[in-house]
T-cell receptor, first 114, second 113 residues
Framework: ETGVTQSPTHLIKTRGQQVTLRCSSQSGHNTVSWYQQALGQGPQFIFQ???????GRGNFPPRFSGLQFPNYSSELNVNALELDDSALYLC?????????????FGPGTRLTVT | SQQGEEDPQALSIQEGENATMNCSYKTSINNLQWYRQNSGRGLVHLILIRSNEREKHSGRLRVTLDTSKKSSSLLITASRAADTASYFC?????????????FGKGTKLSVKP
């Protein structure tokens, strides 16, 4: 176990709705990265938060947004859900923002959009 | 876009055999990491190899890195049924303050008892 937790485990939403996913980082980690993993694919980087600020973003539209709190936990918000948003959402925490640090992944949230 | 590409996409072996998976990438990297994923669950970090390293061992795992060929391989020796999972390589690009990982599509390993 990595010490990174995510909630909820599973979620079913309807197209057009909004969703919030949560991630608690491992103790001592100040960086959280979010990834989307579609079925049969590798994870794709959504964005990273370092010390409460967004620190880089992948190729995802603005309806994907996030927050990081003073305790370094994080939220991923997705507005106006589309069917293609159905995926496993993974968060990972690390000791720092640069690529030299290992990332520790949570178990993921499985989002289904109908 | 995905930088890493694993090969083969799927691999089926008998328990006790060795399994080798390969990964190729496109740009300069800081390090390359291998992860395991069981049945669509979270990713488990296996091993990290830095760009100035050529080989690394961890238990039954051996990872090699050839930066001139932009490729890496993961060898699992004496495989067990519990090794059945998808394996991903992920690269952390060279330079910059943001260390997002770029994953390949993975190799699905099936170890038959």
């Amino acid at each position: 176990e990595t010490g990174v937790t995510q909630s909820p485990t599973h979620l079913i939403k309807t197209r057009g709705q909004q969703v919030t996913l949560r991630c608690s980082s491992q103790s001592g980690h100040n960086t959280v990265s979010w990834y989307q993993q579609a079925l049969g694919q590798g994870p794709q980087f959504i964005f990273q938060y370092y010390r409460e600020e967004e620190n880089g973003r992948g190729n995802f539209p603005p309806r994907f947004s996030g927050l990081q709190f003073p305790n370094y936990s994080s939220e991923l918000n997705v507005n106006a859900l589309e069917l293609d948003d159905s995926a496993l959402y993974l968060c990972a925490s690390s000791l720092g923002s640069s690529g030299v640090y290992e990332q520790y992944f949570g178990p993921g949230t499985r989002l289904t959009v109908t | 876009s995905q930088q890493g590409e694993e090969d083969p996409q799927a691999l089926s072996i008998q328990e006790g055999e060795n399994a080798t998976m390969n990964c190729s990438y496109k740009t300069s990297i800081n390090n390359l990491q291998w992860y395991r994923q069981n049945s669509g669950r979270g990713l488990v970090h296996l091993i990290l190899i830095r760009s100035n390293e050529r080989e690394k061992h961890s238990g039954r795992l051996r990872v090699t890195l050839d930066t001139s060929k932009k490729s890496s391989s993961l060898l699992i020796t004496a495989s067990r049924a519990a090794d059945t999972a998808s394996y991903f390589c992920a690269t952390a690009l060279y330079g910059g303050s943001q260390g997002n990982l770029i994953f390949g599509k993975g190799t699905k390993l099936s170890v038959k008892p």
